[in-house]
């Protein structure tokens, strides 16, 4: 026990400039993946055929490739077409992307449990679709819409590692770098571990706190 | 000022109007009545645009009703309608719900707009209750909001779909003296009802619809009181005596 915490005051603070990318990673693809997947669900709800059936295809593509393969392509082929990013570019833009499709589902069935007479009474008065979105639905669909917002913000949290595997400096490769220089990986990993779960809780607090809200009403 | 010429609208293969030709005029009030299932509320609700309608025409002061065209935003703001299960928006409070089409379809100052809405629910008797959410409203008080609300985008007609009908029975007076007022006032109402008493009291003419056509029509009084065709005579001694 001594010894890990002797090893603790050591890595901590290397750890931590991981952390720190982990944050940037999660809130920038949190960010890309929100706006992306407001697009596609309000591209999917919006009765136009061309958009419902083009939004459809691109959450089906973008569900069936695994995140690490989008980040591959991505950072490594990519820049065949002249696109060239920084690792820590590319990491949010791919879990941003990969992401959305969750989102859009999510934002989708939230869209879609508001009742019809709404959209109706909507209407009566004279609003337009997007008047509707904005002042009827979409203000109502956030109750439903929160509590799963805030477990896919988890998952994001933790998938943020898969940046790893493109080279970002985030706290799972931090950790793998001083473990394989050190040869402590029960320290290494267990205060890697501390630190992902550490991160969580707020967000796990969150989510109970907006289940709590719906649920209210 | 509402013209409807043969007009045809079916659901699949179910064909619920096979050819309604009707008017209403200015200040004029027009009950349709009718067993449940008879294309009632379908009329009303192709004259708005909530339904497309597959044949025939309807016109609004002259303004064809195309639900895929602009221009039934327009006949939107023209033509208000009240719900039966009222459709208040839950999240805003009474106030909120009548100034909505003011402030964001019709763009009036906010002052403006919170004044008149405040004045419509002292119309409705509902002054006390404009910074109350609905849901902690009685559905008699909800209906009353909704047709503040629907007075408030300062239409040529309303339409009234079965607005009583989701009420407990102590309710429904309130709701339809709010109407009768309006009656009174030389509103053009078109009032889709199972209130009989109010047909009779209130209403110009009375329509009977049954199996998507117009079976008899009249002066409210003739057709409630005598009406002519067998299936009127036997759907008012259904809905008047019940047992």
New interface residues.
Partial sequence: MQKFFHDAVEFVPILLQGVWLTIVVTVGSLLLSTVLGLVWALMRVSGIRILTGLSAALINVIRGIPIIVLLFYIYFVMPDFGIALSALQAAIIGLGIAYSAYQAENFRAGIEAIDKGQIEAAQTIGMGWWLTMRRVVLPQAVRIILPPYGNIMIMMLKDSSQASTITVAELALQGKLIASSTFKNTSVFTLVALMYLTMSIPLILLVRHFENKANRK | MIELRDVHKSFGKVEVLKGITASVARSEVVCIIGPSGSGKSTILRCI???ESYDRGEISVEGARVDSNDRSI??I??QV??V?Q?F?????RTALENVI??PL???KEPREQAIARGRALLAQVGLADKAEVHPPKLSGGQQQRV?IA??L??QPKAILFDEPTSALDPELVGEVLSVMRKLADDGMTMVVVTHEMGFARDVADRVLFIDGGVVVEQGAAKSVLNQPQHPRTQDFLRRVLHPL
């Fill in positions: 708005n645009g909530l935003v327009a939107r703001t208000s309608m719900f299960r459709n208040l928006f839950p999240h909505e089409g964001y379809v019709k909704a609300r629907a408030a985008m």
